[in-house]
């Protein structure tokens, strides 16, 4: 069966667009007609103008790399011709007045904004009204819950989200996409609403591993190239990490078994641990995403109370009240764990470990567990998730990919190989 136009990759969908087998407009209609279709049952986005985006459709010339492919938007990244609400009440009616560099990138390169999509709270945990496309009593994680959706629904090809726990991969995961949070300060976070600015990372969901290389070259301001195929026998380190018993069984089993299936496919694979230490990171981890968070969030709490959910009521409260010596040693802390993990993932091209706990929890109130994202997060990794598994539940179980800093292009070459073999 042929595919429809909005089931097309990105890259596909560029690559027809220049060949004139497929123009803007039908492209962006498609993704229309398929956002009429679900969006009253999954909510995905936060602000979309039919409208104007079929007039910007029509008159594109299907120039720039890009060629009119449409991208959504999470809500917290600055756009002149969108509201940009931080998925508050307190920002309803806020049209920044430029773009953030992102956005701009998109445009620069012939892409088309199609819209904003839901976040969380702040980008914190307070969720919207966005279900997830495989089960609408299900999460679709957080907080790029609009974004993971409406790529996993086939209502755009790319999305942008933000991570600083797991905001990216888990959702992600969850919804059954692939997602790839940079190495931490490689793509610009300008123009975007922080919540913790020694964590926070721009990422973005795709249909494909190559949609996430030409995405990512875009988001860097280069002229996209093709994913060069990873040279040999790629060495993968399998790390459970201390967290390992809080996945459920499923996933333990599917992670097990794809780290057999990749040795069984020629690859090299072994169990790696992390440095002694680590037991204490979640907490270590916390104290620094509050401490920044409260202050973050300390305009509006001030000046807002009324208009702030219980949820980041709380976190403020908590935030305020972790000491400024306590945050510096908890920064001191992680910038020597970067080193012992520098050296503990010598000589291998990725790590494999789950992407979340399990499937995307049942309910719209708890977006799921941090337990396997903050650490590659704070450490500052880049990471690619691989919608590889089914749960019991029939929901999608991503595997996680993680490399060392600033070796994201062998990330993604390897995650194109594993992709090959566990999709």
């Known amino acids: 069966?042929?595919?429809?136009?909005?089931?097309?990759?990105?890259?596909?969908?560029?690559?027809?667009?220049?060949?004139?087998?497929?123009?803007?407009?039908?492209?962006?209609?498609?993704?229309?007609?398929?956002?009429?279709?679900?969006?009253p049952e999954i909510a995905a986005f936060a602000h979309l103008d039919r409208e104007q985006l079929l007039a910007t459709a029509i008159a594109h010339d299907g120039a720039g790399p890009m060629r009119g492919v449409p991208v959504g938007v999470k809500d917290i990244v600055d756009t002149v011709d969108a509201p940009t609400t931080y998925g508050s009440p307190i920002y309803r009616d806020h049209w920044p007045g430029a773009d953030a560099v992102c956005v701009n990138r998109i445009h620069a390169a012939g892409g088309i904004v199609l819209g904003k999509t839901v976040t969380t709270e702040f980008a914190a945990r307070y969720p919207g009204p966005t279900?997830?496309?495989?089960?609408?009593?299900?999460?679709?994680?957080?907080?790029?819950?609009?974004?993971?959706?409406?790529?996993?629904?086939?209502?755009?090809?790319?999305?942008?989200?933000?991570?600083?726990?797991?905001?990216?991969?888990?959702p992600a995961s969850f919804c059954g996409v692939y997602g790839y949070k940079a190495t931490f300060g490689t793509l610009s976070f300008a123009g975007v609403r922080h919540y913790a600015e020694s964590l926070d990372t721009l990422g973005c969901m795709a249909r494909s591993v190559e949609d996430l290389a030409f995405f990512r070259d875009v988001l860097l301001g280069v002229e996209p190239a093709p994913l060069d195929p990873f040279p040999g026998r790629p060495r993968l380190g399998f790390c459970r990490t201390h967290h390992w018993d809080e996945a459920d069984e499923a996933t333990r089993t599917c992670i097990e078994d794809g780290a057999r299936r990749l040795a069984a496919a020629g690859m090299a694979v072994e169990d790696v641990d992390l440095p002694a230490g680590f037991e204490e990171a979640l907490e270590v981890y916390n104290r620094i995403q509050l401490f920044e968070g409260a202050r973050c969030f300390a305009p509006d709490a001030d000046a807002h109370p009324d208009l702030l959910s219980v949820d980041a009521r709380a976190l403020h409260e908590r935030g305020m009240a972790v000491e400024?010596?306590?945050?510096?040693?908890?920064?001191?802390r992680f910038q020597g764990w970067r080193a012992a993990v520098d050296e503990a993932f010598a000589g291998y091209d990725a790590v494999f470990t789950p992407s979340a706990a399990g499937?995307?929890?049942?309910?719209?109130?708890?977006?799921?567990?941090?337990?396997?994202?903050?650490?590659?997060?704070?450490?500052?990794?880049?990471?690619?998730?691989?919608?590889?598994?089914?749960?019991?539940r029939g929901l999608p179980i991503g595997a996680q990919l993680v490399a060392p800093r600033y070796a994201d292009d062998r990330l993604l070459a390897v995650a194109a190989l594993v992709a090959r073999r566990l999709v």
Not at 5 to 29: K, Q, S, Y
Not at 324 to 332: G, K, P, V
């Open 359 to 392: 499937e995307a929890p049942e309910g719209l109130r708890f977006t799921g567990d941090i337990a396997f994202n903050y650490l590659w997060t704070a450490l500052h990794l880049p990471a690619v998730t691989i919608p590889a598994f089914k749960g019991p």
């Open 1 to 39: 069966m042929t595919a429809r136009p909005n089931e097309l990759t990105a890259v596909e969908a560029a690559r027809r667009i220049e060949a004139g087998d497929l123009t803007v407009e039908a492209l962006v209609r498609a993704c229309l007609e398929r956002i009429e279709e679900r969006e």
């Open 324 to 332: 400024a010596a306590s945050y510096r040693e908890a920064l001191r």
């Open 131 to 170: 279900r997830n496309p495989h089960d609408v009593r299900h999460t679709p994680g957080g907080s790029s819950s609009g974004s993971a959706a409406a790529v996993a629904d086939c209502m755009a090809p790319l999305g942008i989200g933000t991570q600083t726990a797991g905001s990216v991969i888990r």
